[in-house]
């Protein structure tokens, strides 16, 4: 089968740093060169090729006339308004290249992971055979982002920019031939608001690699550089944005270090996703409230900020701490943390919200306790410090589970079915 990944405008296949959704358009194209198919990627310039295998071919589309350079950047409205703009330039550079690859190529199936690409589908007129395929990771039109924490011009903008987001998501998914989600959670949503798309709509999860999140890393090097040996380590990873919860988890800490005086709470993540306006406003703001909690509880000697930690560290963190959490008060589609928290063979608590349900199967692969509730955090952590056997248990399950049903393997199969339908 002859398949091409279209790129997100965010960040280039395989990303630096982040994204969720360029990593999973990354695992399938390689999962799936593995297998024998035909692969080629088209994405934003790449800083490095490493990693990338030379058989799965890269079109990048370049963005030189469209630098950060441009008058818009000198102000910060200017800022928030550039991302939006660059976003959609990204469309029209994606669509030419799609054109002639098209024309050359003749693909079985065209694949977008956001709605900037997926109208770059649409804007291709001669795609011959193939079928467009989108993969929905998140919510655009149909969970609309928290702007509370925005100054009241900047959320006029975001709530303008999520509105033509909104109604190009909606133009792409009546367009396309078959619609993925990452999660059930994510279907019903979609299908509340848009019932006749039920139909083209199959689950595929987000994917985790389980080769290289796994519990035989050795963790020496990460304990003596965060000071965290010999410590019961709860690990959040995530950014530091209102959404993930964070500071419910900090709520939660006096409880949790009055049971276990020898917890401490690793916290890796960076402020924010970018460095445009976002974490200029936003961002700070609410780390400056993670800040006051800590000051007031007294916490400062149990917090540990990593900021942000490539994979190889990440991994040791994983393998270092005794209980992975995630805090989120969103509807997490598919979060990455409970995936990679699982195939480190981490027990996991998180919020009974969104795709965490899902993923620790309604409680029987770690604990779910309810969103914005520091002391049920608290006593789901407590119970499970308290139980050795059953973190070991949690892990050991969890492990099992993220290789069985998450892993870039299992995820690639599913998704290759869903092409097999859609072309027959």
Avoid at 1 to 28: Q, W
Avoid at 148 to 159: C, E, N
Avoid at 192 to 204: E, Q, S
Avoid at 325 to 350: D, F, Q, R, T, Y
Wanted: glycine share 6%.
């Amino acid at each position: 089968m002859k398949v091409c990944f279209v790129g997100t405008e965010n960040l280039p296949i395989p990303p630096p740093r982040g994204g969720g959704a360029e990593k999973f358009a990354y695992a399938l194209a390689c999962t799936m060169k593995n297998k024998g198919h035909e692969i080629h990627i088209v994405s934003l310039p790449l800083q490095s090729t490493t990693g990338v295998p030379t058989t799965v071919v890269t079109s990048m589309v370049n963005e030189k006339r469209w630098t950060s350079r441009h008058w818009l950047t000198s102000s910060p409205i200017g800022r928030f308004v550039w991302i939006h703009f660059k976003s959609y330039s990204f469309t029209f550079g994606v669509a030419k290249v799609l054109s002639r690859l098209c024309s050359e190529k003749q693909f079985d199936i065209v694949h977008s992971q956001t709605p900037p690409t997926g109208l770059s589908v649409l804007l291709v007129h001669n795609r011959g055979r193939a079928r467009f395929v989108h993969s929905m990771h998140g919510f655009h039109s149909i969970y609309p982002a928290d702007t509370s924490y925005l100054p009241t011009i900047f959320r006029h903008l975001k709530q303008y920019d999520q509105m033509i987001d909104g109604h190009v998501e909606s133009y792409v998914l009546e367009k396309s031939n078959v619609i993925t989600t990452v999660s059930e959670s994510l279907k019903k949503h979609v299908v509340r608001r848009r019932p006749g798309l039920a139909d083209k709509i199959h689950v595929v999860p987000a994917m985790v690699d389980a080769h290289f999140f796994n519990p035989d890393v050795p963790d020496n090097a990460i304990l003596e550089r965060f000071q965290i040996r010999g410590k019961s380590v709860i690990l959040y990873v995530g950014r530091l944005v209102k959404i993930k919860g964070l500071k419910y988890l900090l709520l939660a800490m006096p409880d949790i270090i009055t049971e276990f005086p020898d917890a401490v709470l690793v916290v890796a993540g960076p402020s924010a996703f970018s460095d445009f306006i976002v974490s200029e406003h936003g961002a700070s703001l609410y780390v400056e409230e993670l800040r006051s909690i800590i000051r007031r509880n007294n916490l400062e000697s149990k917090i540990v900020f990593t900021g942000y930690v490539s994979n190889e560290d990440l991994r040791l963190l994983y393998n270092a701490c005794s209980i992975v959490v995630v805090p989120s008060i969103w509807e997490e589609p598919c979060s990455a943390s409970i995936l990679e928290g699982m195939s480190s063979g981490k027990p996991v608590v998180a919020t009974k919200i969104g795709g965490n349900v899902e993923l620790l199967q309604e409680g029987k692969a770690g604990i779910l306790v309810p969103p914005k509730d520091p002391h049920a955090l608290a006593e789901g952590i407590l119970y499970l410090l308290s139980e050795p056997r059953l973190m070991a248990f949690y892990g050991k399950y969890g492990r099992q589970r993220a290789v069985d049903l998450y892993s870039w393997e299992a995820i690639a199969d599913r998704m290759l079915s869903v092409y097999e339908q859609v072309v027959t």
